[in-house]
């Protein structure tokens, strides 16, 4: 399978506790996005990386919120201090931006998504 | 102000029928792209179709149309004749940006449920 893929897909956790998630990209893609969406909603932007560089980050990514892409492949998101709201589908998403195609397009795909449920 | 709206939240078809959804979008920026993502029950988004903002033509792919009217700001996705596989959320979302700029997030819309039947 050469999708986006994530894990785990499902973390319950405790109130208080730090959770990471991971996401790995479709090989050759250069940019990552990682999403959130709450229940009746559409995914919400967190933040990108184009490379291991991280490009732009939404204000729904509080300071309990980091992400990382240290060598420019998979990536991490990590909630420290989890709360109640932070209970979400976090959506992962890649795609293949190149200077040399002047577009738009430049599809995301997305991966399953890790539901995370904070008790 | 919204990105992207869509008014629908839920809509049923007879499977073999056609179904529009609705999508309006609201940008100052001239060059954006349009997208239409499915997300069935188990939660993956699943690219349906594209329409560029200088895009002459409604884009096409398969069952799947887009109905593009710029000067009213609307994305409608058209699906002609439904199948069962085809009950699942429907978004809509945007990118703002084009030559040279970042290229970054998508908005998207709070979706519409289709359900279809037999």
């Known amino acids: 399978d050469t999708g986006v893929s994530q894990d785990p897909r499902h973390k319950i956790t405790k109130r208080g506790q730090n959770v990471t998630f991971r996401c790995d990209p479709i090989s050759e893609h250069n940019r990552l996005y990682w999403y959130r969406q709450t229940l009746g909603q559409g995914p919400e932007f967190l933040t990108y990386f184009q490379n291991e560089a991280q490009l732009e980050k939404s204000r729904l990514l509080s300071d309990r919120f980091s992400a990382e892409r240290p060598k420019g492949s998979f990536s991490t998101l990590e909630i420290q201090r989890t709360e109640q709201g932070d209970s979400a589908m976090y959506l992962c998403?890649?795609?293949?931006?190149?200077?040399?195609?002047?577009?738009?397009?430049?599809?995301?795909?997305f991966g399953p998504g890790t539901r995370l449920t904070v008790l | 102000a919204q990105k992207i709206t869509q008014t629908q939240p839920g809509m049923f078809v007879q499977e073999k029928e056609a179904v529009t959804l609705d999508c309006t979008y609201d940008t100052s920026d001239p060059s954006y792209g349009l997208f239409w993502y499915k997300q069935p029950s188990s939660g993956e988004m699943i690219f349906l179709i594209y329409?560029?903002?200088?895009?002459?033509q409604n884009a096409t792919e398969g069952r799947y149309s887009l109905n593009f009217q710029k000067a009213r700001k609307s994305a409608n996705l058209v699906i002609s004749a439904s199948q069962l596989g085809d009950s699942a959320m429907y978004f809509c979302a945007m990118r703002e940006g084009y030559r040279g700029s970042t290229l970054g997030r998508l908005y998207f819309g709070r979706g519409t449920q289709l359900t279809v039947w037999p």
């Open positions: 329409q560029g903002s200088y895009d002459q």
């Open positions: 998403a890649s795609s293949l931006v190149s200077s040399a195609v002047e577009s738009s397009y430049n599809e995301q795909f």
